[in-house]
């Protein structure tokens, strides 16, 4: 079992900055990749950036080039730098893992942090 917990979450203005950070606990040993995932009011959730074991980073259109995912793998700490927020960035922010060693019918198992509100003000 894997254990993620978010922090960093609260109000900014837009075209201010946040960051988020989500530390990872219990069998984190064959987890594989860890990414930022948001869920704005009445949508589902999307990815938002992604970070593998070797370091490559992956992410959302929507994200690109104002977020940075990043790890501290001696904390086991995932952080989420976020700059020049908008608007539509207010969601709920989730930390999420996936496990490469235990595979199920619906893919690698996956554990979810129950999340960070982060909201944006003009």
């Known amino acids: 079992q894997v254990q993620l917990v978010e922090s960093g979450g609260g109000l900014v203005q837009a075209g201010g900055s946040l960051n988020l950070s989500c530390v990872a606990s219990g069998s984190t040993t064959s987890i594989r990749a860890y990414s930022w995932y948001r869920r704005a009011s009445g949508n589902q959730r999307e990815l938002v950036a992604t970070?593998?074991?070797?370091?490559?980073?992956a992410y959302a259109d929507s994200a690109k080039g104002r977020f940075t995912i990043s790890r501290d793998s001696a904390s086991n700490t995932i952080h989420l730098q976020m700059t020049n927020v908008k608007l539509e960035d207010a969601a709920v922010y989730y930390c999420?893992?996936?496990?490469?060693?235990?595979?199920?019918?619906?893919?690698?198992?996956?554990?979810w942090g129950y999340g960070t509100q982060v909201t944006v003000s003009s």
């Open positions: 970070i593998g074991n070797g370091g490559v980073t």
């Open positions: 999420n893992a996936e496990d490469g060693g235990i595979i199920t019918p619906r893919g690698n198992k996956q554990y």
